[in-house]
T-cell receptor, first 114, second 114 residues
Framework: DGGITQSPKYLFRKEGQNVTLSCEQNLNHDAMYWYRQDPGQGLRLIYYSQIVNDFQKGDIAEGYSVSREKKESFPLTVTSAQKNPTAFYLC?????????????FGDGTRLSIL | AQSVTQPDIHITVSEGASLELRCNYSYGATPYLFWYVQSPGQGLQLLLKYFSGDTLVQGIKGFEAEFKRSQSSFNLRKPSVHWSDAAEYFCAVGAGNAGNMLTFGGGTRLMVKP
């Protein structure tokens, strides 16, 4: 079955450490997204990529970095510059053709600080 | 820029009762509208979408939503709620002038009483 796989499901970060969250999709979608979810705040867009080797900052990109070297993969690195990284992180993808298309979501990674 | 408001943070209904979750959006042109559902610790699943045409749209799991342009609303309804419907529900709007970006509301948490 096609879908989006996020790993790991739970991740712990020490102070001063960078951690990378994995997102892989086999839906042949062009566009991929990273969201951060905090209780009571809905989803906030961190980064998005409409095509391989290109990505743009979302609303809360500070302290995060991404890469898009392959169509299937869009890893998110939470750097030590992100002072409050504890949250639930969701990766999504969409077909990406012109116009609005539904986004399909992975099951998320919960990041906590040790 | 578009925005979405879900006025009810929490709603509790009895099993078998009807349900209506409110969603109001702000956007100058015809929006693309979505409802998603999220079970605890999971990603978001698309319930239904409105792009154009019939303003009453049917979705999965017995849900429907009605687009009312005059009220800038896209409320989600279900005639008879089941205990398994307990989850968090998110309304989202996409704008044609914003690529494939979606803006999400803050969510409504639904609890179902036996």
């Amino acid at each position: 079955d096609g879908g989006i796989t996020q790993s790991p499901k739970y991740l712990f970060r020490k102070e001063g450490q960078n951690v990378t969250l994995s997102c892989e999709q086999n839906l042949n979608h062009d566009a991929m997204y990273w969201y951060r979810q905090d209780p009571g705040q809905g989803l906030r867009l961190i980064y998005y990529s409409q095509i391989v080797n290109d990505f743009q900052k979302g609303d809360i990109a500070e302290g995060y970095s991404v890469s898009r070297e392959k169509k299937e993969s869009f890893p998110l690195t939470v750097t030590s510059a992100q002072k409050n990284p504890t949250a639930f992180y969701l990766c999504a993808s969409s077909i990406g053709r012109q116009g609005i298309q539904p986004q399909h979501f992975g099951d998320g990674t919960r990041l906590s600080i040790l | 820029a578009q925005s979405v408001t879900q006025p009810d943070i929490h709603i509790t209904v009895s099993e078998g009762a009807s349900l209506e979750l409110r969603c109001n959006y702000s956007y100058g042109a015809t929006p693309y509208l979505f409802w998603y559902v999220q079970s605890p610790g999971q990603g978001l699943q698309l319930l239904l979408k409105y792009f154009s045409g019939d303003t009453l749209v049917q979705g999965i799991k017995g849900f429907e939503a009605e687009f009312k342009r005059s009220q800038s609303s896209f409320n989600l309804r279900k005639p008879s709620v089941h205990w398994s419907d307990a989850a968090e529900y998110f309304c989202a709007v996409g704008a044609g002038n914003a690529g494939n970006m979606l803006t999400f509301g803050g969510g409504t948490r639904l609890m179902v009483k036996p």
